[in-house]
Structure formats: structure tokens, C-alpha cells
């Protein structure tokens, strides 16, 4: 089997990956609660072959799914989790949601999982075909946004047995990984005080508010002493209830930290847990620090970025109808940076090996750390669409949301079998990482004793 045959499979496979993709989307569910989605995705590797291991680093919706043995082993980072407050009916031009308040794909993660699952299956049809020694893994990533899952299986070690990881992720545009991306850490800070009337006794009472309000005034006088890179986001996630003439006994505030690298992120963090201790001593009440998860600022890899470059350039772009190019026409309308008249990339750029750091996070990060990654994107979006938006959602059915995941999937694949075939290709990735991490070893930034769980308003 040569690499177009390889292409040629994966594309006769299109019905079935398709079908996957919408069933997640159909079932859009988030952080640590994708049981139905995570089904999903271990029964199709199933069908597929695969050796199917559920429930990994103690994880109930991570899995992997197994092809192969020996030498190298190569891991597919597939993502299914969905986004609260994004429900969006398919197809749809405008805003409108299945259920008011409801979930939905708005980072196109049903169209990450079935890409991976595309390069998944097309790799373990290529060992088979070749009789080539080499192991591939699916792995079921949960809880991407705001989770944390890999960085947590990270932890575990799910990933100490890869000599390399691919991934890819929706967007508007072809081409793969060159920067970097910020590391972060998020923590509930929960302050007790004591209710009292606060017209009668005020002077009885310690408000838990009052803390929180003034957390978050620290926070805003310490933004001028750290670093431009530096973001700090907060929600205030509990006010203590919804009466003014009570002195609220309880409050919370959820904090997300972020900056170029994990030992900025450390120092961010103690500086912002003693200005929570300092709201808790000027109130007089107790505080009590949650840490939730952390992700690491991603290690690029250009030797693998070049590559994954060169095999997109090797696909045919897709062709569209005049209905497709109408509808993401009319999407792309919707967005301030779109545009109308050419609403879907159809050029590859070549790869551009700057150091850059991408301003948000992905707990792929983590796996940077420890193995050559590399990710991909293709344009599932038109152009112009953000990520988190009803428009990424809206166009997650559809024609060229399916076409471009296909597309990667098999830009995936040849990526793997490179690595497969040429051996100094994944020396000199690994040569790459070594050189990046200058001796340093992944430590993971959440501690052990922290759990994977979903956010949520009370501990």
C-alpha cells in the first residue's frame, strides 16, 4: 500500500467517519460527562479493529483504542467534548438553539475526534497492508475545555510509551503547528463568613462577598505587575444569594491563569493565592483554595510541522456546491473578520517555522512534553468564524465541515506513515524536542492529589 492508496481508503470510509462525527454532535455533551459521545468513538474503533481499553488513568470517558505491535508507536489525540451554552440548530444562518441554554460543538470537537479516528484506521490499514511493524493509538481525550483530560493522563503516564502524537483542530484555514500556546491553571477561591441582618446587625456579620470583591480588585492592581503575556480571567460563581439586606456568608470566584510557560504560571499563582489571603484576613473570613486543573504551554515541533505541511500538500483540495459555498457564504457574512466572497480557504500555505505563542491553551501541551506532537488544522469553519461561536456549531453537519476533517485525516495518516518510513524523520523530532527542552523533564502542573471533575457552582 502506497500513501494514495492509503488516501483512497480513508476516503472510501467517509460514510462511516461521517456518520460518527454527526452522532457526536447530535450529543453534545462536556467536561468529564461525554458518555454517550465517548460510546460513540470506542464502538466505531471496535468495528474497526481496534483494541478497545476504557476508563484510563482512572478517567471513566478516556479510552484507547489499540492497532498493531512494535515499533514506533504513534498516538492520535481524538477530542469529543462539547461546550455549555452553545445549542444551535445545524444549517441555520442565524442564531437559534435546539435547547435554550443547552450544550453544543462550538470548537468543532465532534469534527477532532472523527479526524483522528480517520487517520486512526487509515494507519492500521497500512500496517496491515505492509506487514510493517508499528503500533497505532486512538486515544479518547476527555474534557479538553476547562478539563484538563490530558494533562491528567499525562500525569498518569498514558503517553510515556509514544515515540510521537499527532492531533489537528477545526478552524478556517489550512496548515500545522509552529508556536506555541500559554500554559494555565484554574482554581475555585471559596470565602465562609457569617450572615446577619445587615440593617439591624451588620457589625455581626463577615461578608463573603465583600472578600470576593476585593480578590478581585487585587487582581486588577496586580495586572500591571506581571508580564504582557500574562492573562488572568475570573467568574464570580457564587454571591451568597439574592438578598441586599443579608450579609452574604458565602461567595466564590473561579480563576483562570495563563502565561508562556508553567514556572511563570507557578509565580502568577502564589502572587494571586496571597491576594485571596488577604481578602480573607481584611473581611474576616475563611478562604479555601480548590485548584481545579492546569495545562503546559506547548513545546513545537517544526521537523513534524514541516511534514504534516508537505502531506496536506500532497490531497486534492475539496470541491463544493453551490449550495455549500452559499451557506458558508452566509455564515461567514455573520462574522466581523468573514469573508462573503470567498467564504473557504482553498490554498495551503507553506509551513512557516516562527516561535510564536498562540494566546490560548490546550492541555496537547502536555503531551508536547513528553513526545514529538504535532497538530493540524484544516478550514471546517468559513472564513473568519471564531471558535466557542454558534457559527462553529451551525456548520459542524455540514458538506465542507466533513470534507476538510476527511481531508486531514488522511494528512494525518501520511504523517504517520513517514514517521513509519522513514526513520530519521523521527530522530530528528525527537533530536528537536530534546534541544527545546534544553534537559528539562515534563512535570505535571496539577498535583496528585487533584481529581479530574467537572466545573461546577459548588464544591
Given at each position: 500500500?502506497?500513501?494514495?492508496?492509503l488516501?483512497?481508503?480513508?476516503a472510501?470510509?467517509?460514510?462511516?467517519l461521517n456518520?460518527?462525527?454527526?452522532?457526536?454532535w447530535?450529543?453534545?455533551?462536556t467536561?468529564?460527562?461525554e458518555k454517550?459521545?465517548?460510546?460513540?468513538?470506542?464502538k466505531a474503533l471496535e468495528?474497526q479493529?481496534f483494541?478497545v481499553?476504557k476508563?484510563?488513568?482512572g478517567?471513566?470517558?478516556a479510552f484507547t483504542?489499540?492497532f498493531?505491535?512494535?515499533?514506533p508507536v504513534?498516538?492520535?489525540?481524538?477530542e469529543?467534548?462539547?461546550?455549555s451554552?452553545?445549542s444551535?440548530?445545524?444549517?441555520?444562518t442565524?442564531k437559534i438553539?435546539i435547547?435554550?441554554g443547552g450544550n453544543?460543538?462550538?470548537c468543532?470537537?465532534?469534527?477532532?475526534g472523527?479526524g483522528?479516528?480517520?487517520?486512526?484506521i487509515?494507519?492500521r490499514?497500512y500496517l496491515?497492508?505492509?506487514?510493517?511493524?508499528?503500533?497505532?493509538?486512538?486515544?479518547?481525550c476527555p474534557?479538553?475545555?476547562?478539563?484538563?483530560?490530558?494533562?491528567?493522563?499525562?500525569?498518569?503516564?498514558c503517553f510515556?510509551h509514544?515515540?510521537?502524537a499527532?492531533?489537528?483542530?477545526p478552524?478556517?484555514a489550512y496548515g500545522?503547528s509552529?508556536?506555541?500556546?500559554?500554559a494555565?491553571?484554574?482554581?475555585y477561591f471559596?470565602?465562609k463568613?457569617?450572615s446577619?441582618?445587615?440593617g439591624?446587625s451588620?457589625h455581626?456579620g463577615r461578608?463573603a462577598?465583600?472578600?470576593v470583591t476585593?480578590?478581585?480588585?487585587g487582581?486588577?492592581?496586580?495586572r500591571e505587575h506581571?508580564?504582557?503575556?500574562v492573562?488572568?480571567?475570573?467568574?464570580?460563581?457564587?454571591?451568597g444569594?439574592?438578598?441586599?439586606n443579608v450579609?452574604?456568608?458565602?461567595a466564590e470566584v473561579?480563576?483562570?491563569l495563563r502565561?508562556?510557560d508553567?514556572?511563570t504560571?507557578a509565580?502568577?499563582?502564589?502572587?494571586?493565592?496571597?491576594i485571596?489571603?488577604?481578602a480573607?484576613?481584611?473581611?474576616?473570613?475563611?478562604l479555601?483554595i480548590?485548584?481545579?486543573?492546569?495545562?503546559?504551554n506547548?513545546?513545537p515541533?517544526?521537523v513534524l510541522g514541516?511534514?504534516?505541511?508537505?502531506?496536506?500538500?500532497?490531497l486534492?483540495l475539496?470541491?463544493?456546491?453551490?449550495?455549500?459555498v452559499?451557506f458558508y457564504s452566509k455564515?461567514?457574512?455573520t462574522?466581523?473578520?468573514g469573508?462573503?466572497?470567498?467564504?473557504?480557504?482553498d490554498?495551503?500555505?507553506d509551513?512557516?517555522?516562527?516561535?510564536i505563542?498562540?494566546?490560548?491553551s490546550?492541555?496537547?501541551?502536555?503531551v508536547s512534553w513528553?513526545?514529538p506532537?504535532?497538530?493540524?488544522?484544516?478550514p471546517?469553519?468559513p472564513?473568519?468564524t471564531a471558535a466557542?461561536?454558534w457559527?462553529?456549531?451551525?456548520?459542524g453537519k455540514s458538506t465542507?465541515?466533513?470534507k476538510?476533517?476527511?481531508?486531514?485525516g488522511e494528512?494525518?495518516?501520511?504523517v504517520?506513515v513517514d514517521?513509519i518510513?522513514?526513520?530519521?524523520?523521527l530522530?530528528?523530532?525527537k533530536e528537536?524536542l530534546n534541544r527545546?527542552?534544553?534537559g528539562s523533564?515534563?512535570?505535571c502542573p496539577i498535583?496528585?492529589g487533584v481529581?479530574?471533575?467537572a466545573?461546577?457552582?459548588?464544591?
Amino acid at each position: 500500500m502506497n500513501k494514495q492508496e492509503l488516501f483512497e481508503y480513508i476516503a472510501s470510509q467517509e460514510e462511516f467517519l461521517n456518520h460518527v462525527s454527526d452522532s457526536v454532535w447530535d450529543n453534545p455533551e462536556t467536561c468529564y460527562s461525554e458518555k454517550i459521545s465517548s460510546e460513540i468513538i470506542c464502538k466505531a474503533l471496535e468495528e474497526q479493529g481496534f483494541h478497545v481499553e476504557k476508563g484510563i488513568a482512572g478517567i471513566p470517558t478516556a479510552f484507547t483504542g489499540t492497532f498493531g505491535h512494535g515499533k514506533p508507536v504513534i498516538g492520535f489525540l481524538g477530542e469529543f467534548d462539547a461546550l455549555s451554552g452553545l445549542s444551535q440548530v445545524a444549517g441555520a444562518t442565524e442564531k437559534i438553539a435546539i435547547h435554550s441554554g443547552g450544550n453544543g460543538h462550538g470548537c468543532g470537537h465532534n469534527l477532532l475526534g472523527t479526524g483522528c479516528l480517520a487517520a486512526a484506521i487509515g494507519l492500521r490499514k497500512y500496517l496491515e497492508e505492509t506487514g510493517k511493524e508499528g503500533t497505532v493509538i486512538f486515544f479518547g481525550c476527555p474534557a479538553e475545555e476547562g478539563g484538563g483530560g490530558k494533562t491528567f493522563m499525562a500525569r498518569e503516564g498514558c503517553f510515556d510509551h509514544l515515540d510521537a502524537a499527532i492531533a489537528w483542530h477545526p478552524g478556517d484555514a489550512y496548515g500545522s503547528s509552529a508556536g506555541s500556546t500559554l500554559a494555565n491553571c484554574q482554581i475555585y477561591f471559596r470565602y465562609k463568613g457569617i450572615s446577619s441582618h445587615a440593617g439591624i446587625s451588620p457589625h455581626l456579620g463577615r461578608s463573603a462577598l465583600d472578600a470576593v470583591t476585593l480578590f478581585n480588585v487585587g487582581i486588577q492592581f496586580l495586572r500591571e505587575h506581571v508580564l504582557p503575556s500574562v492573562r488572568m480571567h475570573y467568574a464570580v460563581t457564587d454571591t451568597g444569594g439574592f438578598s441586599p439586606n443579608v450579609v452574604q456568608p458565602t461567595a466564590e470566584v473561579l480563576v483562570l491563569l495563563r502565561a508562556e510557560d508553567n514556572a511563570t504560571v507557578a509565580d502568577v499563582r502564589s502572587r494571586v493565592e496571597d491576594i485571596a489571603r488577604g481578602a480573607a484576613l481584611m473581611t474576616g473570613t475563611e478562604l479555601e483554595i480548590d485548584f481545579v486543573k492546569a495545562t503546559s504551554n506547548t513545546v513545537p515541533n517544526h521537523v513534524l510541522g514541516r511534514d504534516a505541511v508537505e502531506n496536506l500538500k500532497l490531497l486534492k483540495l475539496p470541491e463544493f456546491s453551490k449550495e455549500d459555498v452559499e451557506f458558508y457564504s452566509k455564515i461567514s457574512a455573520t462574522n466581523k473578520n468573514g469573508n462573503p466572497e470567498h467564504p473557504i480557504a482553498d490554498t495551503i500555505p507553506d509551513f512557516k517555522p516562527v516561535e510564536i505563542v498562540f494566546p490560548a491553551s490546550s492541555d496537547v501541551g502536555d503531551v508536547s512534553w513528553i513526545v514529538p506532537t504535532v497538530s493540524l488544522s484544516a478550514p471546517t469553519w468559513p472564513v473568519g468564524t471564531a471558535a466557542h461561536s454558534w457559527q462553529a456549531v451551525a456548520v459542524g453537519k455540514s458538506t465542507p465541515a466533513h470534507k476538510a476533517t476527511l481531508m486531514v485525516g488522511e494528512a494525518m495518516a501520511g504523517v504517520a506513515v513517514d514517521l513509519i518510513e522513514k526513520p530519521e524523520l523521527l530522530e530528528q523530532a525527537k533530536e528537536e524536542l530534546n534541544r527545546r527542552l534544553k534537559g528539562s523533564k515534563y512535570e505535571c502542573p496539577i498535583p496528585k492529589g487533584v481529581v479530574p471533575r467537572a466545573l461546577s457552582m459548588k464544591k
